[in-house]
């Protein structure tokens, strides 16, 4: 309920975005892709995937077999402003969060808006703690649900607070877990208690930093924040720090594969367009399988879920 009430502050904002955009009034002429629908309404194409994503979650658009969107019946009365009962009228005075969300849909330059090392010590304090609340009840489930055995150690890559980790132990007492992160949030959360989770500096996307001695790297709420390029660059750093056989075990909030939902992981995806690292998506686990393929790992698999909302995936190094 709490994670709804967090995301449905951007449902209102999704629509007045395609209100605004003249989506309805583009796909009102016929279905259409998103590509097509970019060229059309001169938006760039992550941004029309993000809103067309956000929109068929909300019900209000439809995908069909080709992966092209229509409006669904029951909403076009309401959507479209030919229709005598057009509701947009009600709806197209903007706020504050409206207008941000206008301007990253136009967007075209996907860099991070600024690098956490360059940020004050309460900025990151105030990311992590963030972070910590959104992951917490979800390594809670994680640590019951997933199968450890044969794992020793965990490399808890990008992991923030160490909530995974710590998770992952006190399930697993017989397990070694080493969170590594960027300097600033390593000596922020050095402050705190980790218990007996170790805690080293590294880059995520340079894998001579990354701790060696693991046989297992876990990616927990990590790869929605990069592009395709940035995902397998870090799949790569995966397995390379792997040893054979070693194993990869991704968290996410997964797309279904036509990207027309669940409205959990659709209103997700339009979030990332408003956050700081501007190039992140929600994947579905067709796009993470291929990705994680093209890093070189096998034995991709769908693990179980951690929740309502989250999901895993686990992929292996050849023996």
């Not at 449902?11 to 003249?22: D, F, N, Q, R």
């Not at 892709?33 to 994503?53: C, D, F, M, W």
């Not at 060696?212 to 995966?238: F, Q, Y």
Request: aromatic content about 6%.
């Amino acid at each position: 309920m709490v994670r709804s009430l967090w995301l449905g502050r951007l449902a209102y904002p999704t629509v007045v975005s395609a209100l605004e955009t003249g989506l309805f009034e583009a796909l009102d002429r016929g279905p259409a892709t998103v590509p097509k629908l970019a060229k059309t309404l001169g938006v760039p194409a992550r941004g029309i995937e993000v809103l067309t994503s956000g929109c068929a979650g909300l019900g209000l658009l439809k995908v069909r077999g080709d992966l092209s969107f229509e409006i669904a019946p029951a909403a076009r009365p309401f959507v479209v402003r030919s229709s005598p009962y057009f509701f947009g009228a009600q709806l197209l005075a903007a706020d504050g969060l409206q207008s941000s969300l206008r301007r990253a849909l136009q967007r075209r330059d996907n860099k991070p808006v600024a690098k956490l090392e360059a940020r004050s010590d309460a900025a990151v304090q105030a990311f992590a703690q963030s972070m910590e609340a959104h992951s917490a009840a979800t390594a809670a489930v994680a640590a019951e649900v997933l199968d450890m055995s044969g794992v020793s150690s965990v490399l808890d890559m990008a992991g923030g607070s160490g909530c995974f980790a710590r998770a992952l132990e006190r399930r697993h007492p017989r397990l070694r877990a080493t969170v590594a992160d960027l300097a600033p949030v390593v000596e922020l959360h050095r402050r705190r208690t980790f218990g007996r989770v170790d805690a080293i500096a590294a880059d995520l996307f340079d894998a001579a930093t990354w701790p060696r001695g693991h046989d297992c790297v876990l990616l927990a709420n990590v790869l929605h924040d990069w592009d395709e390029e940035g995902v397998e660059k870090i799949l790569r750093a995966a397995r390379k720090v792997l040893p054979p056989a070693g194993r990869c075990l991704i968290i996410e909030v997964l797309m279904d594969e036509n990207r027309a939902g669940p409205k959990y992981a659709a209103l997700y995806s339009v979030s990332m367009v408003l956050g700081d690292w501007r190039s992140g998506k929600q994947y579905s686990y067709a796009d993470l399988k291929t990705m994680l393929a093209k890093a070189g790992f096998r034995d991709v698999e769908r693990g179980p879920e951690c929740g309502a909302f989250h999901s895993t995936i686990v992929a292996r190094k050849e023996a």
